[in-house]
């Protein structure tokens, strides 16, 4: 890939699982506090760049204000929970930064999904929610909608109105409840157009991914990212 990696400082550090062949697309996946890059290369598309970037250690006010990989500070998982708007924000221009870098290396942005799992997940919704380009697809997997009551009006013009998502949630999370899952669902379809939202629930998966699951991210990945 050509390009100054350093003028990002997010890909100074990402995991990236490079295409086997020409790259015409991305799927930026940002982990949770867990890595996901593994779970990624198990599905990868030979002509599809994966790019996990790391998130910074901050104080987590959910976890005792532990120094944690965090994207933005948690003080409950709950849709009535106080949320870090500040922090929100600044991760996601930092995620709108590498959709930047990875459109002047040629790949366009309806060749762009973004996605992730957890904390993950909730910032590449609203990410892509508030871009001001039109990407290909999010995948969220047991995640909610950061700063969901800013919503539909925080779209950014609707640029992205007719964005596919796929949500994904197991139905036994005690982390974050499918219910926060479903309502969730229900708020996207409320921003973007409601048949363009899948949301898929896994019987006996607790705050965890399954096999069912990531095919069915491959699949969406291949429906929306067809080799050109």
Same mark, same amino acid.
């Given at each position: 890939m050509c390009g100054n990696n350093m003028s990002v400082p997010l890909l100074a550090d990402a995991v990236t699982v490079s295409g086997a062949e020409r790259e015409t697309a991305a799927v930026r996946a940002v982990p949770s506090l867990h890595s996901w890059a593994d779970a990624l290369s198990s599905i990868r598309l030979p002509y599809v760049k994966y790019i996990c970037p790391h998130a910074p250690r901050i104080p987590v006010t959910l976890n005792m204000k532990m120094v944690m990989p965090s994207w933005f500070d948690l003080m409950g998982l709950t849709p009535d929970a106080p949320e870090d708007e500040a922090g929100i924000k600044k991760a996601a221009e930092s995620i709108k930064a590498i959709i930047e870098h990875e459109m002047k290396n040629g790949i366009p942005p309806n060749r762009i999904i973004l996605g992730g799992f957890s904390q993950g997940g909730a910032l590449s919704l609203y990410t892509a929610l508030t871009?001001?380009?039109?990407? @290909?697809?999010?995948? !969220?997997?047991?995640?909610?909608?950061?700063?969901?009551? @800013?919503?539909?009006? !925080?779209?950014?013009?609707?640029?992205?109105k007719d964005i596919a998502i796929l949500q994904c949630h197991g139905e036994l999370d005690p982390m974050i409840p499918v219910r926060f899952g479903a309502l969730t669902a229900e708020k996207l379809k409320s921003v973007v157009t409601p048949a363009k939202v899948q949301f898929k629930t896994y019987p006996g998966v607790m705050h965890s991914s399954c096999p069912q699951e990531m095919m069915a991210v491959k699949e969406f990945i291949e429906k929306l990212l067809p080799r050109i």
């Amino acid at each position: 890939m050509c390009g100054n990696n350093m003028s990002v400082p997010l890909l100074a550090d990402a995991v990236t699982v490079s295409g086997a062949e020409r790259e015409t697309a991305a799927v930026r996946a940002v982990p949770s506090l867990h890595s996901w890059a593994d779970a990624l290369s198990s599905i990868r598309l030979p002509y599809v760049k994966y790019i996990c970037p790391h998130a910074p250690r901050i104080p987590v006010t959910l976890n005792m204000k532990m120094v944690m990989p965090s994207w933005f500070d948690l003080m409950g998982l709950t849709p009535d929970a106080p949320e870090d708007e500040a922090g929100i924000k600044k991760a996601a221009e930092s995620i709108k930064a590498i959709i930047e870098h990875e459109m002047k290396n040629g790949i366009p942005p309806n060749r762009i999904i973004l996605g992730g799992f957890s904390q993950g997940g909730a910032l590449s919704l609203y990410t892509a929610l508030t871009c001001q380009h039109q990407l @290909a697809g999010i995948v !969220a997997l047991s995640c909610w909608l950061p700063l969901h009551k @800013a919503f539909p009006q !925080a779209a950014n013009n609707g640029v992205n109105k007719d964005i596919a998502i796929l949500q994904c949630h197991g139905e036994l999370d005690p982390m974050i409840p499918v219910r926060f899952g479903a309502l969730t669902a229900e708020k996207l379809k409320s921003v973007v157009t409601p048949a363009k939202v899948q949301f898929k629930t896994y019987p006996g998966v607790m705050h965890s991914s399954c096999p069912q699951e990531m095919m069915a991210v491959k699949e969406f990945i291949e429906k929306l990212l067809p080799r050109i």
